[in-house]
């Protein structure tokens, strides 16, 4: 047969083996599936597994101990019979002549009387049952060159035949071949005395009756264990599902607490453990709701309180501008302190509208009333806007923004305000950041989502400041002074303009490398991401192993009794630190 049609041949085979082996990995994974989060499987094959190892060892010890309590009843009347058989025969065989025939002939007469007896030789043998005896003669050979014996002598086992040597009484337990199959017995030899020297006389008892009734007492054992397992795994399963109902329902609950039904609470039934569960687990959610209903009060009050100092700041704010506009415009016919005073006051206000306004942006995201105008907008053009927006800074900075955008369209389902202006503030935080180093900008894409890194190669971040540059006025470092202006609520605002997309804003910094912002959106409005298309941690960064930071020493200095003198708080003035 060519090879081509051996295969032919086994690629059937080797399908079905493929398929038979998937289905046994599938089987083994929903195994293993329902072995982890089922509590109630896992007690119930354990003590399946348990109640199996008792069983066995207990039906292992009860076989034996009956198997042996019945060898050794068959023994003891065995032996019992055969000595009321030798006591019977003896008479016959007192005057026995030595001749191999007569010898022949007395062993006949003696094995028909001991066979054709009509009752029990001994009541106390009766249970031995049925046998065959056999008579020898030890000492002498027929004619032919067999032994002298009279019955089957030829199943006598040659052990017991030396054992009759030493001993007066002797046992052996063997298993001959018959017509009707193999066939155990226990053959019982003594000594018979005669005239001239001592015969042996032996019986062969079949143990088929304790074969047998070994046989049904392990069916028994058998049948009686499994029936018991069966009857300890649906125990089991019952009082495991006592335990573990309750324990699911509280599962359920939490989970529905969790989601945000704070009026779910446990059923309290009885006075076990259960219900003090329940009274333990209602207690703490009554408490929780109470807790979580005085923190939405007092988030809706401080919201409230935001919005309404914002707007109301509007109208004041508003006549300070134009005021300060009359002056600014008219600055050049105003002292030199004078006119710089002015526009310092218009920067201010400046800056001051720019808090305003993102106080109230901070307070519309925190009341959830904020919709997102999604639309499908090549996001490149965003970008572009966002560096238009922040090159004059950038400018004045001597930071210059290195664009990388893809050549073909980025379309997404976004809100172009929302995204132009995360962009906007990352590049002006890049560009503040920077030390006047290069800005980097990449945008990539997929199916999915749509990134953009903004990278800076300015100080960086410190370990763990990554998850606070987003913080609310947070700052990295309070003594630096900014460029751009900014509010400290940008990266705020950013962050949750990104949430209502559905998407990512993360941060990754290091000293000395600069720090890197990804803002990661779908492309499709409502769809969720599982990765972004560019990575976080810039790629071929040199491994430097941290190395402690010595601490600068410091200087102790002793006072004198009369340097140390009580000195009143003096107020602070200045201007507010401007926060990154």
Known sequence: MTRPARRRLLDPVVREARRAVERARRRAVAFSELWRRSLQLRVVVSTLALSSAVVFVLGMVLQVQITDQLLQDKIQAAVRQTDASAAAIQPEMAGLNPGPDSVKARFTLALTKLTSSGVDLDPAGSGAGAFEPVLWDPE?????????????YREVPGGLFDMLGEASTGYQITTVE????PTTL?????????????MHLYLLFPLTGEQTTAEVVQ???VVGGLVLLLLLAVIANLVTRQVVRPVRQAAEIAERFADGDLDERMPVIGEDDVARLAESYNEMAASIQRQIHQLEAFGQLQRRFTSDVSHELRTPLTTVRMAADVLHASREQFPGGLARSTELLVDELDRFESLLGDLLEISRLDAGVEELAAELVDVRVLARRAHDAVRAIANSSGSTIVVDLPDHEVLAEVDARRVERILRNLLANAVDHGEGLPVELTMRGDDDAIAVTVRDHGVGLR?????LVFNRFWRADPSRNRRTGGTGLGLSISLEDARLHGGWLEAWGERGHG???????PCRH??????????LVPPGLPVVDPAPEAPEPVEEVELTEEEITWQPAQPVTGEREEVR
């Open 140 to 152: 002498q050979v027929g004619a032919d060159g067999l032994p002298v014996a009279v019955g089957p």
């Open 178 to 181: 018959r017509e009707t199959g």
């Open 186 to 198: 226990l053959v019982v030899g003594k000594p018979v005395s005669t005239s001239s020297r001592a």
């Open 219 to 221: 069916n028994t054992l």
């Open 463 to 467: 370990a763990g400041e990554a998850d």
């Open 515 to 521: 720090a890197v912002f990804r803002l990661t959106v």
């Open 526 to 535: 409502g769809h969720g991401i599982t990765g972004s298309p560019l990575p």
